[in-house]
């Protein structure tokens, strides 16, 4: 399996899982990759450029060490979001739009929308992000 980091014409970044480049090339040949924000077919690779601080002076940090580092980054963002915005649940859409209009007080929230309400948000110039679920396994390995 090889996890490809992934980018729409929207410039909505996310990632895939993919049996192999040859797996990867022949989905996105065919228009199955779909971005899971907008459900654009128009995506392509992202040029990967890691940038991780404070590791071991002089030594490239491995895989597995990237990896952990990148998901402590993604942990310390959800939970960031998790203590500082307002969960909001299914309704998310409804409430960002509220926000937005100043129908509702300005705040930071959170919650679940399907790749088109997302697209429906983006196109009235509401600014949506996703927030990295990868953080989750992370958090559950240092558990056991
Ligand atoms: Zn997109």
């Given at each position: 399996m090889i996890r490809y980091a992934l980018i729409c014409e929207h410039s909505h970044e996310f990632e895939a899982w993919f049996a192999g480049s040859d797996d990867y090339?022949?989905?996105a040949g065919r228009g199955l990759v779909e971005c899971p924000w907008c459900a654009s077919r128009q995506v392509k690779k992202q040029i990967m450029a890691p940038a991780v601080a404070g590791t071991k002076k002089g030594a490239d940090p491995g895989p597995a060490e990237m990896q952990s580092v990148m998901m402590e980054a993604m942990g310390k963002l959800r939970r960031h979001v998790e203590e500082n915005f307002e969960s909001v649940g299914d309704r998310f859409a409804d409430e960002a739009r509220a926000i937005h209009e100043g129908d509702a007080p300005d705040r930071g929230i959170y919650g679940r929308a399907s790749p088109e309400q997302v697209r429906e948000l983006a196109e009235d110039g509401i600014r949506v992000g996703p927030l990295p679920a990868?953080?989750?396994?992370a958090a559950k390995e240092k558990l056991n």
């Open positions: 090339d022949g989905q990868a953080a989750v396994p």
